[in-house]
């Protein structure tokens, strides 16, 4: 079956512009996670979905960012007023419940210039 | 603060040779780990989870409390075994990733 999607899988954007990046998870999966990857370092937890609520955003660096998912569906992670510290690869994961098992999407490579 | 560190960047071996990627966690609690592989242009994926106690593609991987470690070990490298692989650990609904490993084998 289809696995997690991303899109864009590059996007090359000015500093100071809003983006928004979104994550179509593996259909049935209640769960959605959200992580950045900076060059060189470990997977970083933005935030996480059960169903449409987010019961963790603890990650989220500023309020810049922010995210959303429709239902048990879609969500869509925005950064606004994008900075270079922003550059990254923002991975996407779903699971059926909790992290046991977690399926990732191919990312987005956001560069900020 | 629940941690997970991962020393090496870098482990390389010739094939057929030993391998332990090394996986250190701080956490107070009864730990949950995991350890993800991420193969050239393909995502990330489970390896294998402490609970199931399985060996995956050969390789193993102990949670030793005494010293909070959960090192990963394959008798035999291959060289499909060249990838980055990431020590995980669970902490309440999310999953703490180490900055990776990654290994290369050699023929």
């Known amino acids: 079956g289809a696995g997690v999607s991303q899109s864009p899988s590059n996007k090359v954007t000015e500093k100071g512009k809003d983006v928004e990046l979104r994550c179509d998870p593996i259909?049935?999966?209640?769960?959605l996670y959200w992580y950045r990857q900076r060059l060189g370092q470990g997977l970083e937890f933005l935030i996480y979905f059960q169903g449409n609520s987010a019961p963790d955003k603890s990650g989220l660096p500023s309020d810049r960012f922010s995210a959303e998912r429709t239902g048990e569906s879609v969500s869509t992670l925005t950064i606004q007023r994008t900075q270079q510290e922003d550059s990254a690869v923002y991975l996407c994961?779903?699971?059926?419940?909790?992290?046991?098992?977690?399926?990732f999407g191919p990312g987005t490579r956001l560069t900020v210039t | 603060a629940q941690r997970v560190t991962q020393p090496e960047k870098l482990l390389s071996v010739f094939k057929g040779a030993p391998v332990e990627l090394k996986c250190n966690y701080s956490y107070s609690g009864s730990p949950e780990l995991f350890w993800y592989v991420q193969y050239s242009r393909q995502r990330l994926q489970l390896l294998l989870r402490h609970i199931s106690r399985e060996s995956i593609k050969g390789f193993t991987a102990d949670l030793n409390k005494g010293e909070t470690s959960f090192h990963l070990k394959k008798p035999f490298a291959q060289e499909e075994d060249s990838a980055m692989y990431y020590c995980?650990?669970?902490?309440?609904?999310?999953?703490?990733f180490g900055t990776g490993t990654r290994l290369q084998v050699f023929p």
């Open positions: 994961a779903s699971s059926t419940q909790g992290p046991y098992e977690q399926y």
């Open positions: 259909s049935g999966h209640t769960a």
């Open positions: 995980a650990l669970k902490r309440t609904d999310k999953l703490i």
